[in-house]
């Protein structure tokens, strides 16, 4: 008799990443007999906080990993914000290495202050203040935190990758923040499937909804734990989970949840095509030193021109994160709507000023 439906589901996902991460390393190292030694097999990593939809991860990778000849182990990140999370954290790993994962770390991060920790042999700082004048509120602080701290435990264990339990309702949550920004197509694009440098992060459960996930657990007997944080309506992202998305399928209808993961698939695509136009325009209107010629920018679409702008300031040092629509738009009026405005300035530092037709970016 085979696993309960949910399992088989969640593996086949986990299963079809692993496949893609040896496509990868074999690739890599052009020697794909390789990925096939054994203990000496890529290793792949977990990142798991104890909730059902990492634990469901671990769970499905330290059943498939062995079976492709991969290594396979996970990461808790212990964020320092309720009382008793080390305790809390060693629990974690404590399961995790029942599950047969190997090896299994715990790191410690410090959200909010300019300092380091030592908990748990680890040590990152997410900061909540930064020093262009833009405030990252706590939720934003903790999740740089994490993935710097999952950055640091895969490059010293060596990682092919890290695979992450985002869902499909994840997925959607994000989408829906997005939407509540007024961000364009690449925010509304959601969470690639891979993402980060080389690819290290990967999102197995991004086409499962949750309650998939959860049923897993229930079917295996996993032990799971509730993050208080998930339900305090003091964050935003939990007040998207509890409140908007139930009263937008009461209003709507059930499907909202599918509707926009796939919302986010079409932006993705959208927003894919559209960087590559804006690359291969970028080669053309930009001269040796960097500036761009009006003319040429003018003739370009909107959604284009824009995205020129954006990665011009970026290449002379504002950094992409507090670089905002307001601010591309502002350029943008140098060359839709000039009226000898005077330089602008730019997050990190860095001007623009148009002269001789061409837009000039320079240290402020």
């Known amino acids: 008799m085979g696993p309960h439906p949910t399992v088989a589901a969640i593996r086949l996902a986990v299963r079809r990443v692993l496949h893609d991460v040896l496509a990868a390393s074999a690739d890599a190292s052009a020697a794909p007999s390789t990925a096939t030694a054994g203990a000496a ?74 300092s380091t920790t030592a908990a748990h042999g680890g040590a990152y700082v997410g900061t909540a203040g930064t020093g262009t004048g833009r405030r990252v509120g706590p939720e934003a602080a903790a999740r740089d935190a994490r993935y710097a701290a999952l950055d640091t435990v895969a490059e010293r264990r060596g990682a092919a990758a890290v695979l992450l339990g985002h869902t499909r309702d994840d997925q959607a949550e994000t989408v829906l923040l997005g939407l509540a920004r007024g961000s364009g197509t690449r925010s509304l694009s959601g969470m690639a499937a891979v993402s980060g440098t080389g690819g290290r992060y990967r999102r197995p459960f991004l086409l499962l909804d949750r ?62 095509a559209l960087d590559q136009w804006a690359a291969d325009a970028q080669a053309d209107v930009a001269g040796d030193d960097g500036s761009l010629d009006v003319a040429r920018l003018h003739r370009l679409p909107a959604a284009v021109r824009r995205r020129v702008l954006r990665r011009a300031a970026v290449a002379a040092g504002s950094p992409p994160g507090f670089l905002f629509a307001r601010h591309i738009e502002e350029v943008d009026r140098l060359v839709t709507g000039w009226r000898g405005q005077k330089a602008l300035n730019l997050p990190g530092g860095v001007a623009v000023r148009r002269a001789d037709g061409r837009l000039v970016f320079s240290p402020s």
């Not at 309650?211 to 295996?220: E, H, I």
Request: aromatic content about 2%.
């Open 211 to 272: 309650d998939t996930v959860r049923q897993g657990c229930l079917a295996q007997g996993i032990t799971v734990w509730e993050d208080p944080h998930n339900h305090d309506p003091a964050y935003t992202r939990s007040r998207v989970r509890h409140e908007a998305l139930p009263v937008l399928e009461k209003s709507l209808g059930k499907g909202v949840v599918q509707a926009l993961a796939r919302t986010a698939q079409l932006s993705r695509d959208d927003a894919d």
């Open 41 to 114: 097999g890529p290793l792949v990593l977990a990142a798991c906080s104890g909730g059902a939809d990492s634990m469901a991860l671990a769970a499905a990778l330290a059943f498939e990993a062995p079976r492709l000849g991969m290594r396979a182990g996970a990461v808790t990140v212990d964020h320092g914000l309720q009382s008793g999370s080390a305790r809390r954290a060693q629990e974690v790993v404590e399961r995790l290495r029942a599950l047969g994962l190997d090896p299994v770390d715990a790191i410690g991060v410090t959200v909010g202050r300019q």
